[in-house]
């Protein structure tokens, strides 16, 4: 059965500080994978996704995740956080019969 | 686009009550899911459908729960009756299968149900 494990309900980090999330998922074929952001009080948005090529992909805000499928991992990472990066991030994954799972969800805390 | 319409946003209702909870997917896509998200279980998916039809719902907590798509632009999540643990924030998302970016997800602002 498909399913996505993140490993950290809640990181607390400081302001300029680096970020990773991380994200496994179980599925024996091809996957599409994605991190969503929820700011407080707002829609879940996407942040990026993986389809295929580069395994390594940038999103919005300076966020970027990488695709390593002999771990199944597409963890998250930010190499400075701004204390407006302060947000609940979501891992996804899509498998070949369109169904779309999330992972139970990070807390990210930033201090300013 | 108005985006993915949800109402009510906010509803109080007692045990044993029916709630009934709308989504209006953007025009044009064609696939629509119901997930729930709590703080416990995080986001669940309860049920998905490709132009209107029931794809996989074995996410459905129980009989309790029913969800319809009678047209391309409406679906409902029924509750009937509801408990106390069914309060949990309801989130409608829909999508464009068949295009390059089929798979991004829009998200509603969600129904948050408060079942007393």
Not at chain 1, 29 to 38: D, I, M, P
Not at chain 2, 87 to 114: D, I, K, W
Request: aromatic share 12%; with cysteine; net charge positive.
């Amino acid at each position: 059965a498909q399913s996505v494990s993140q490993h950290n309900h809640h990181v607390i980090l400081s302001e300029a500080a680096s970020l990773e999330l991380g994200c496994n998922y179980s599925y024996g074929g091809t996957v599409n994978l994605f991190w969503y952001v929820q700011y407080p009080g707002q829609h879940l948005q996407l942040l990026l996704k993986y389809f295929s090529g580069d395994p390594l992909v940038k999103g919005i805000k300076g966020f970027e995740a990488e695709f390593i499928k002999s771990k199944f991992s597409f963890n998250l990472r930010k190499p400075s956080v701004q204390w407006s990066d302060t947000a609940e991030y979501f891992c996804a994954v899509r498998s070949s019969a369109s169904k779309i799972i999330f992972g139970s969800g990070t807390r990210l805390s930033i201090r300013p | 686009d108005a985006g993915v319409i949800q109402s009510p946003r906010h509803e109080v209702t007692e045990m044993g009550q029916e709630v009934t909870l709308r989504c209006k997917p953007i025009s044009g896509h064609n696939s629509l899911f119901w997930y729930r998200q709590t703080m416990m279980r995080g986001l669940e998916l309860l049920i998905y459908f490709n132009n209107n039809v029931p794809i996989d719902d074995s996410g459905m907590p129980e009989d309790r729960f029913s969800a319809k798509m009678p047209n391309a632009s409406f679906s409902t999540l029924k509750i009937q009756p509801s408990e106390p643990r069914d309060s949990a924030v309801y989130f409608c998302a829909s999508t464009q299968r068949g295009v390059a970016e089929a798979n991004v997800l829009t998200f509603g602002a969600g129904s948050r149900l408060t079942v007393l």
